[in-house]
């Protein structure tokens, strides 16, 4: 033992002094592309010490080396873009060629010498990414023309990866990859990572909180969507790769400006239903009055000709966004008199001001700023340098919905800052040696806050007519504080020999953390009742988190914070081998290892006396309180080939298998740091709130011992970790075929596969398991304390009377079972074209599932595992449809242009998204299993065959109520299939959707002073059918992606035992989906954005 772990430590201590040494930054950042190609004579001999200089036009920047023996040469780490290739050799004439360099593909230039009695002539080279060597496994390029001409209201970057077909991109910007969480992408810019390594961004970007994008698009040349890389120096997703590289100057001095504006003038009027389209008293309103504004400029060029370039972008986005929301589109029982005067009793009895629950507006601001220089050393070494500035803030009052009153004031505030960095050294040593030596550094900090004044969070959920009102401060917003610093490097060396091309290399990654969330710190309450608010009755359920730390203040500055750091290095040798002209093969190996190399706080009470009690039930699989994981080793191998069947690039087959090492956001290991049990107390407490009254002053809110828990240390939430969990990783394949006939049409197959292994998975082990009993009848899942409102706990002390357990929920965070572990697969046909430059076409049809134990897509552990539907309760999860799930996605885009009259040009371009709306869950309403409340609504429901199936608690009103839940059944073309079955998870989807986008380009150009200025007009619309038609262009949701269909009203005399359970079911006002219109990315109305640019070059 003792010698595994000095083994051990000894190769974690030389990988460690190795990364020190070439310092430099971490998977999937490709920010260069290549040249390759062999030196021939006219007889087909090759010219062994030929000289080939490539030369990028518009930088004038040389790249240089020398053919091998075998004619072969090599030119790595280029900038994207045009190139003049020059070979020279003694007794011949110079031969040119000119090519364009693509990012992250190599391309191929073999030149033919005649002797010196030929005339010097230049080849053009078309370069087509479709058909090169190194495309082996599934990706997209999207080049800058692409960027400029694609409908975009967002300018994100979520719009332009939309052009991937196994891309879906939701509402708020979240890119999901490959079927797989969107958290679990990597996002490089330069080089440095831009993904929100922390996780707590939907959008998987820094700053992303905010909704905003972490660059300006007009600082991208182009980027790159990456699946399944076979190359091995690509890691660190098991969703997939985005690398964007940013544009650089040349030796002509070059830049724009431009404004973009959007109202609501410019956008359509509310979307309805036909059915309300039938009804003559309903509005199409038009959005409150908004104006949002985007501006800003770029300029690019050089310092010292051909040898020293500058870029520069700085934007700055101010944006409104109405949500509209009128009392008529609620489908509850209170009225808008009684809304009214819950808003008036606050103000006047707390002097506290809870907004408005109508039309809200919310505001995106952001402030941008890329810098960018690049050294032409000289022919051997080059230099890039770049910085990126974004500043977001977000003000996100609550909204409300047809089942959910929100009043504004319990949104958030949200600023948040990124700064990124990354230095790029680029070198040739020598025709069989180069390398490439990157560095990144990111911080981020996030500052997250309620709006409005102090006050705690109230849920008003009467039940008896399913209401629910929600005022008061944001419960996750009163304490929660984050920076994250990120170091990252990557060091790669390749050597050329023959037909190979061996890389070998290291990277690296260096977090260090600070975390400040005290969950609803200013006291969350439930009211059973509306009317029970008002009078003063007492709150049914009480929750608060607090610090346990002597003389310590509630939300921001709270002395309970968790700082902590997270390190990972890994090494890789990858080789590609052109067996053949025609066949290239690409094998490789990584290792990585990944540490926490901060202890946590440690909670000795449970380590030292709990620990054993709760291991004998559940197995803890050496988890401890305080404790991480210890260090992990992990190989990665893959292997890939491309096959020229014909030697001509007109059909080709790609493909390979291989490991990928993904990463969790650092949230999730966070959680052992933050819920410790021994920093962070809190209080979980249900019935009448052990007849404490509600209680308004934020800094005088309850604890655990004013409920009578004679333990104050340890308290609260606490979060375990196993001891040998590992990161999760994919075996993911994939095989494509690639033809061009006659006329330039391109055609694709592709088929990925995806076996997910070491999947996070979530128990709650605070659970008694000697408390499950069985429901009685038809429907006989597993229940806990079925005569409680809450699950029976684990007793920690059997020798004091009670149940003693000082912790509202002890979550263990582990590696889900082999046989649980997720998986997906997608096929994709694909025929694009481009004619003459002039008209871009393309479209693909593709099919994916995907399924998965746990979604994890939360920022805590607690709700990781407490927002799942089950149908036996959270700690008896199976595998069921994901989130992320793409069903069926047709993706198409056009954009051509047309020049007139010497001086004008106009532009259209069509954007085309048929997708499958996100599936769906029926649940009942209430909880049969109390596995955490009775109140939640996560309970798949069993869909009866026959009425003896369901007990209805009315039986006065049963046969009404099983005529109209049967004849319900009978039209949903899934329900009707399960009858005497439990439904099954995101068994259900919404109507299919289908959303156009269109771009339209004025540009009016001459030519002054040598250069030529460009005013270009613009119009992006979103969702352009819709404007076309009322009823076109529909998006659907369904909030939380659950619907109650039937409710859960108790048990017939579960004292007595009897767990007949008892329902309710009335028929519904409408379908289980709604239509969208509460967000600028998923909207039933056209919006658009209409743009002035001033472009000199």
């Known amino acids: 033992m003792y010698q595994k772990s000095l083994l051990f430590r000894a190769a974690w201590l030389a990988l460690f002094v190795f990364s020190l040494t070439f310092s430099g930054q971490v998977m999937a950042q490709v920010t260069t592309g290549s040249l390759k190609g062999i030196i021939t004579d006219s007889q087909n001999e090759p010219l062994p010490g030929a000289t080939v200089v490539a030369t990028h036009q518009s930088t004038g920047v040389k790249y240089s080396t020398l053919t091998r023996d075998d004619g072969r040469y090599n030119l790595n780490n280029l900038n994207s873009g045009i190139y003049t290739i020059a070979a020279t050799y003694v007794g011949f004439q110079e031969s040119q060629k000119a090519i364009n360099v693509l990012l992250g593909e190599e391309a191929n230039v073999n030149i033919s010498m005649s002797d010196e009695t030929n005339v010097l002539t230049e080849v053009v080279i078309r370069n087509d990414n479709n058909f090169n060597k190194d495309k082996q496994g599934t990706e997209l390029n999207i080049s800058n023309q692409q960027i400029q001409v694609m409908p975009t209201v967002s300018r994100s970057l979520a719009d332009f990866t939309r052009l991937t077909p196994q891309v879906k991109v939701d509402g708020n910007g979240a890119v999901s990859i490959a079927g797989q969480n969107n958290r679990f992408n990597s996002i490089y810019i330069d080089g440095a990572a831009n993904n929100d390594m922390f996780g707590l961004s939907a959008s998987g970007t820094n700053g992303g909180q905010t909704g905003v994008s972490p660059i300006s698009i007009d600082a991208i040349e182009q980027f790159k969507v990456v699946i399944s890389p076979y190359d091995v120096s690509l890691s660190g997703f098991t969703g997939g790769g985005i690398n964007a590289v940013t544009r650089s100057g040349t030796n002509n001095l070059s830049g724009s400006a431009y404004y973009y504006f959007k109202n609501e003038n410019i956008s359509g009027k509310r979307p309805g239903t036909d059915a309300q389209y039938d009804d003559p008293t309903f509005q199409r309103t038009k959005l409150a009055s908004f104006n949002s504004y985007t501006t800003g400029f770029r300029l690019g060029g050089a310092l010292v000709k051909n040898k020293l370039f500058f870029f520069v972008n700085a934007e700055l986005q101010r944006e409104t966004n109405p949500v509209p929301f009128t009392y008529s589109n609620y489908q509850g029982s209170i009225t808008q008199a009684d809304l009214n005067r819950l808003s008036d009793v606050l103000k006047s009895k707390y002097n506290y001001d809870p907004g408005s629950y109508e039309d809200v507006i919310k505001e995106v601001n952001s402030n941008k700023l890329t810098a960018k220089l690049d050294w032409n050393i000289n022919n051997k070494h080059k230099l890039s340098v770049s910085h990126r500035y974004t500043y977001g803030e977000s003000i996100s009052p609550s909204t409300s919905s047809n089942s959910n009153i929100y009043f504004s004031n319990s949104g958030i505030y949200f600023p948040s800052t990124t700064n990124s960095s990354s230095a790029e050294l680029k070198s040739t040593f020598s025709n069989t040696l180069s390398n490439r030596l990157l560095i990144g550094y990111t911080s981020v900090h996030d500052d997250r806050d309620p709006i409005g004044s102090n006050f705690p969070n109230v849920l008003i959920n009467q039940t008896s007519t399913k209401d629910r009102i929600n005022f008061g401060s944001e419960a996750f917003s009163s304490a929660n504080e984050l920076t994250s610093k990120i170091l990252t490097f990557n060091e790669k060396l390749d050597f050329y020999t023959g037909r190979h091309n061996i890389s070998l290399g290291l990277d690296g990654e260096f977090g260090s953390y600070y975390n400040l969330f005290v969950r609803q710190n200013y006291g969350a309450y439930t009211f059973d009742s509306f009317e029970g608010f008002l009078n003063g009755d007492l709150p049914s359920i009480y929750a608060r988190s607090y610090s346990l730390l002597p003389g310590d203040i509630a939300g921001d500055g709270s002395k309970a914070a968790a700082e902590f750091k997270s390190a990972r290095v890994g090494a890789f040798v990858n080789d590609r081998f052109d067996i053949t002209d025609k066949f290239t093969l690409t094998g490789g190996i990584r290792f990585d290892l990944n540490t926490f190399p901060t202890k946590g706080f440690e909670d000795e009470t449970f380590n030292n006396t709990y620990y054993n009690t709760i291991d004998a039930m559940y197995p803890l699989e050496g988890a ?12 990665s191998p893959r292997l890939g080939f491309n096959y020229d069947v014909k030697g001509d690039k007109t059909l080709q087959i790609r493909g390979g298998t291989g490991i990928f090492l993904g990463r969790v956001p650092m949230v999730w290991p966070g959680g052992i740091y933050t819920n410790s049990g021994v920093i962070i107390g809190g209080v979980y407490q249900t019935g009448t709130a052990n007849n404490l009254p509600f209680v308004a002053d934020v800094n005088n809110q309850y604890t655990a011992e004013d409920f009578g828990k004679t333990v104050s240390v340890p308290s609260g939430e606490l979060n375990l970790i196993t001891k040998n969990f590992k990161l999760p990783q994919v075996w993911r394949s994939s095989l494509g075929v690639d033809k061009k006939v006659n006329g330039g049409w391109i055609f694709s197959a592709e088929g990925i596969f995806t076996k997910n ?118 700690n008896h999860m199976t595998r069921s449809r994901s989130d992320f799930d793409l069903g069926h996605r047709i993706v198409g885009f056009a954009s051509y242009r047309f020049e007139y009259s010497k001086n004008a040009a106009t532009t259209v371009s069509l954007f085309y998204n048929g997708q499958s709306s996100n599936p769906f869950s029926y649940t009942y309403r209430n909880s049969m299993v109390k596995d955490y409340s009775v109140s939640e609504s996560n309970d798949l429901i069993f869909v009866p065959a026959t009425k003896e199936q369901i007990v209805f608690k009315d039986a006065a009103t049963a046969d009404a109520q099983w005529a109209a839940l049967d004849q319900f059944i009978k039209d949903d073309s899934y329900l009707s299939g399960r009858r005497g079955k439990y439904a099954e998870r995101n068994s259900s989807r919404p109507p299919f959707v289908n959303i156009f986008d269109v771009k339209v380009l004025q540009d009016i150009y001459f030519e002054m002073g040598g250069k030529r200025h460009t005013l270009q007009l613009s119009w992006d619309v979103f969702n352009v059918g819709n404007l076309l038609n009322k009823k076109w262009g529909r998006q659907y949701y369904v909030t939380n992606d659950s619907y109650q269909l039937i409710t859960f009203e108790g048990y017939k005399d579960a004292a007595a035992g009897d767990y007949t359970p008892l329902m309710s079911f009335s028929t519904p006002s409408g379908t289980p989906w709604n239509l969208s219109d509460g967000s600028s990315g998923n909207i039933s109305r056209w919006t658009s954005q209409i743009g002035i640019r001033y472009i000199f070059n």
């Open 624 to 635: 401890k309180a305080g404790f991480m994981p210890s260090g992990k080793f992990t190989a």
């Open 757 to 874: 292994y070491n999947d996070v998975a979530y128990e709650n082990v605070i659970l008694d398991k000697g408390a499950i009993k069985n429901a009685a009848g038809a429907d006989n899942r597993m229940i806990y304390n079925p005569a409680g409102t809450a699950p029976t706990k684990i007793d920690l002390d059997p020798n004091t009377n009670g149940i003693q357990n000082p912790y509202t929920n002890i979550i263990l965070m582990k590696n889900a079972a082999a046989k649980d572990n997720g998986y997906s697969y997608s096929v994709t046909g694909r025929v694009e074209k481009t004619f003459a430059q002039k008209l871009i076409t393309s479209l693909a049809y593709t099919y994916g599932k995907s399924e998965v134990l746990n979604e994890v897509t939360s920022s805590q552990n607690s709700s990781q595992w407490r927002y799942m539907e089950t149908v036996n309760g959270r």
